[in-house]
């Protein structure tokens, strides 16, 4: 299962670096005064000091972590499944952990009464809760979203049939993402033809058949077609039954010549679809040799 789309967004990346550390600074407030076992704070100068180094490096760290993780997306097309995604999360608290650690010994506050081993266990357990609670917002958020922009993209699709039923018959075509490419009349539809990941839409414009390149298959364009003169005849094409001339079958193979512009166009027709097609067109149309 793949997160939410907003976490493939550059800009809610960031700002979810920036809300974790505002809720970081705001939680090392709080929970100072309850008794922090770690050294950073805001009681001297010194110490203000190398706690405002800790949350540079640390959050700078996680600003290049999710910036690296919107260009692994984008350019190297990774998928960010859940498990990806937590694996990600776990890495960039570990990461954090170690920041602090170095940082501990450096300026000497490591507590001598605990092991290495018992240093980063206590550690990492704070640097997770610290960024657990922000993440579960932002995880929130992230649905909100994307459940808006779905309700959206559903109330855009409902207003665009109506608008095909009041234009008269207008059929909008999809790629396989879901995006709008192109809007034609029916009655200016003559076939569909199915190449690699591709389908060829054959139309005429203004006079002049034209072709234009849909990325999807044809089983995701047919859906488009419900409802009109627009069917399937083979597994690679769909044609407009208001266009075609005739049904030839002669030698165990039947085709459909369209009358095509200037020129006819002849499609195949599989065995499965032949008595669907034929059942729907006029029988003087239908030649059997």
């Given at each position: 299962?793949?997160?939410?789309?907003?976490?493939?967004?550059?800009?809610?990346?960031?700002?979810?670096?920036?809300?974790?550390?505002?809720?970081?600074?705001?939680?090392?407030?709080l929970y100072s005064p309850f008794g922090?076992?770690?050294?950073?704070?805001?009681?001297?100068?010194?110490?203000?000091?190398?706690?405002?180094?800790?949350?540079?490096?640390?959050?700078?760290?996680?600003?290049?972590?999710?910036?690296?993780?919107?260009?692994?997306?984008?350019?190297?097309?990774?998928?960010?499944?859940?498990?990806?995604?937590?694996?990600?999360?776990?890495?960039?608290?570990?990461?954090?952990?170690?920041?602090?650690?170095?940082?501990?010994?450096?300026?000497?506050?490591?507590?001598?009464?605990?092991?290495?081993?018992?240093?980063?266990?206590?550690?990492?357990?704070?640097?997770?809760?610290?960024?657990?609670?922000?993440?579960?917002?932002?995880?929130?958020?992230?649905?909100?979203?994307?459940?808006?922009?779905?309700?959206?993209?559903?109330?855009?699709?409902?207003?665009?049939?109506?608008?095909?039923?009041i234009e008269g018959q207008m059929v909008?075509?999809?790629?396989?993402?879901?995006?709008?490419?192109?809007?034609?009349?029916?009655?200016?539809?003559?076939?569909?033809?199915?190449?690699?990941?591709?389908?060829?839409?054959?139309?005429?414009?203004?006079?002049?058949?034209?072709?234009?390149?849909?990325?999807?298959?044809?089983?995701?364009?047919?859906?488009?077609?419900?409802?009109?003169?627009?069917?399937?005849?083979?597994?690679?094409?769909?044609?407009?039954?208001?266009?075609?001339?005739?049904?030839?079958?002669?030698?165990?193979?039947?085709?459909?010549?369209?009358?095509?512009?200037?020129?006819?166009?002849?499609?195949?027709?599989?065995?499965?679809?032949?008595?669907?097609?034929?059942?729907?067109?006029?029988?003087?149309?239908?030649?059997?040799?």
């Amino acid at each position: 299962m793949e997160v939410p789309s907003q976490f493939s967004k550059k800009s809610f990346l960031w700002l979810s670096v920036l809300f974790e550390a505002v809720f970081s600074i705001i939680f090392l407030i709080l929970y100072s005064p309850f008794g922090s076992p770690f050294w950073f704070g805001f009681n001297n100068l010194s110490q203000g000091t190398w706690t405002v180094v800790f949350f540079l490096l640390a959050y700078g760290y996680l600003f290049l972590s999710r910036t690296l993780m919107y260009y692994a997306q984008k350019r190297f097309s990774l998928r960010l499944t859940s498990i990806v995604f937590v694996i990600w999360f776990l890495v960039d608290i570990l990461s954090v952990s170690f920041i602090y650690m170095a940082q501990t010994n450096i300026i000497g506050q490591r507590p001598s009464y605990l092991t290495l081993s018992e240093e980063l266990i206590r550690t990492y357990g704070y640097v997770g809760l610290v960024r657990f609670i922000p993440f579960l917002l932002t995880f929130e958020r992230a649905l909100a979203l994307d459940y808006r922009d779905l309700s959206r993209k559903k109330a855009e699709e409902i207003l665009a049939t109506e608008a095909s039923i009041i234009e008269g018959q207008m059929v909008n075509l999809y790629d396989h993402a879901g995006s709008l490419k192109v809007t034609a009349a029916q009655k200016d539809i003559y076939y569909l033809e199915s190449q690699d990941n591709y389908v060829c839409l054959h139309y005429m414009v203004e006079g002049k058949m034209t072709e234009y390149l849909l990325r999807c298959s044809t089983s995701e364009v047919e859906g488009s077609f419900t409802n009109t003169s627009i069917v399937r005849c083979h597994r690679s094409y769909l044609v407009n039954l208001n266009h075609i001339k005739l049904l030839r079958h002669e030698r165990g193979r039947a085709t459909i010549v369209l009358s095509s512009g200037n020129a006819d166009v002849e499609i195949p027709v599989s065995k499965s679809y032949y008595s669907s097609i034929v059942d729907l067109i006029m029988p003087d149309k239908v030649v059997n040799k």
